[in-house]
C-alpha cells in the first residue's frame, strides 16, 4: 500500500525566505507526482506535476524535483512571500488513476 | 484553465436525511470523476472512482450503498450521501480528469462541500 509522508507539518518563515518542503513515499512504482496548495476550508489548486520520467519542474517560484527511486520529492519555494501561507500537499498517482496524499505542510509566512 | 465546480458549497441537514453533492466540469469533457473526502487536519482520502456510464470503483472501506455515485455525462457526477449520520460530517471534493489533450494527466479539482450532519 502506497503511503506518502510530508515533513514538516508545519512551518513559519519571516518574508523572503527560500524553503524547501518534503514529500517521500513508499512505493516508486508512480506514474507521477503532483504538489497542491489548499487554502483554509477550500479546494485544491495543483502546482507542479511531474512526470516518473521527469526530474523536476519549475514554475515562477516554485521549483518540485523528483527522485523516484530514492522516493522522495521536494518542493522549493523562492522569496516567500505571505500570499504563499497554505497547505500543501503531495500527491502521487498510481494504476487506476489513484491518488495517494500526504498529510501536508501548513506553511506560514509572515510578513 | 480547466474548472470544475461543486453544488452546494456547504449544507446543514439533519440526521436520517439525505443529501445530493453534485461535481461538473464547466469547460473541459471528463471521463473519470473522483470523489475525495477530508477530516479536519486530515489529508483526503479517496472514496470512490466515477467513470461516465459505468458503475463507481469505491476504495476499501467505504460503504457504496450510503454514498451513491451517479457519472451520468461527461461533465456531471453526483455523490449522494443516505442516511447521513453526524459522523459523515465532512469536507467532500471532486476531482474531473481531462478526456484529451495535453492535460490528461491533471486532476483538476471543485472548490469543495462541507457537509455537517446534525
Known amino acids: 500500500k502506497q503511503e506518502v509522508t510530508q515533513i514538516p507539518a508545519a512551518l513559519s518563515v519571516p518574508e523572503g525566505e527560500n524553503l524547501v518542503l518534503n514529500c517521500s513515499f513508499t512505493d516508486s512504482a508512480i506514474y507521477n507526482l503532483q504538489w497542491f496548495r489548499q487554502d483554509p476550508g477550500k479546494g485544491l489548486t495543483s502546482l507542479l506535476l511531474?512526470?516518473?520520467?521527469?526530474r523536476e519542474q519549475t514554475s515562477g517560484r516554485l521549483n518540485a524535483s523528483l527522485d523516484k527511486s530514492s522516493g522522495r520529492s521536494t518542493l522549493y519555494i523562492a522569496a516567500s512571500q505571505p500570499g504563499d501561507s497554505a497547505t500543501y500537499l503531495c500527491a502521487v498517482e498510481t494504476s487506476g488513476s489513484r491518488l495517494t496524499f500526504g498529510e501536508g505542510t501548513q506553511l506560514t509566512v509572515n510578513p | 484553465g480547466a474548472v470544475v465546480s461543486q453544488h452546494p458549497s456547504w449544507v446543514i441537514c439533519k440526521s436520517g436525511t439525505s443529501v445530493k453533492i453534485e461535481c461538473r466540469s464547466l469547460?473541459?469533457?471528463?471521463?473519470?470523476m473522483f470523489w475525495y473526502r477530508q477530516f479536519p487536519k486530515q489529508s483526503l482520502m479517496l472514496m470512490a472512482t466515477s467513470n461516465e456510464g459505468s458503475k463507481a470503483t469505491y476504495e476499501q472501506g467505504v460503504e457504496k450503498d450510503k454514498f451513491l455515485i451517479n457519472h451520468a455525462s461527461l461533465t456531471l457526477s453526483t455523490l449522494t450521501v443516505t442516511s447521513a449520520h453526524p459522523e459523515d460530517s465532512s469536507f467532500y471534493i471532486c476531482?474531473?480528469?481531462?478526456?484529451?489533450?495535453?492535460?490528461?494527466?491533471?486532476?483538476?479539482f471543485g472548490p469543495g462541500t462541507r457537509l455537517t450532519v446534525l
Open positions: 469547460d473541459f469533457q471528463a471521463t473519470t
Open positions: 511531474i512526470q516518473s520520467s521527469q
Open positions: 476531482s474531473a480528469r481531462a478526456v484529451s489533450g495535453s492535460d490528461t494527466d491533471t486532476q483538476y
